[in-house]
């Protein structure tokens, strides 16, 4: 079972606020994506074996179109990560902040995020 995190302003050690607030996390803080650890960390692992077969590809002066191929893969595997990340921030780390009425800058930290996923423009914070 996931820690809930809880909201404090005790401890400047703590990961900051999106904003530069100092608003920090107290000790029972355990990003969202906790709970998932073990599943990014062996995808990221795999993720860095089809880099070193893509490498080794290119080293043996593979054909272009099954580089490509293998490219595709690779960018699946990874959006494939940071969704499981957004998932877990969003039903997590936002939510968490909703409960304690700071979800307006939390949310439009994750709109940015896509955005520059999507390669969409920012937009100024509206909060």
Known sequence: M???PVLSTKDPDAAAHPDGDA???DATFRHSYSRDQATLVRRLRRIEGQVRGIEKMIERHEYCVDILQQT???RAAVDSVAL???EDHV????RTAAEHGNAD??????LDVVR??????????RV
């Not at 039903?91 to 936002?94: A, E, F, R, Y």
């Not at 520059?116 to 920012?122: D, E, F, N, S």
Request: hydrophobic letters at 45%; aromatic letters at 4%; glycine letters at 6%.
């Open 72 to 74: 595709a893969a690779l």
């Open 2 to 4: 996931p820690v809930v």
């Open 23 to 25: 608003l920090h996390l």
């Open 105 to 110: 800058r939390y949310i439009e930290e994750v």
């Open 84 to 86: 499981l990340i957004l």
């Open 91 to 94: 039903q997590g780390c936002v």
């Open 116 to 125: 520059r996923t999507l390669g969409k423009p920012v937009r100024n914070p």
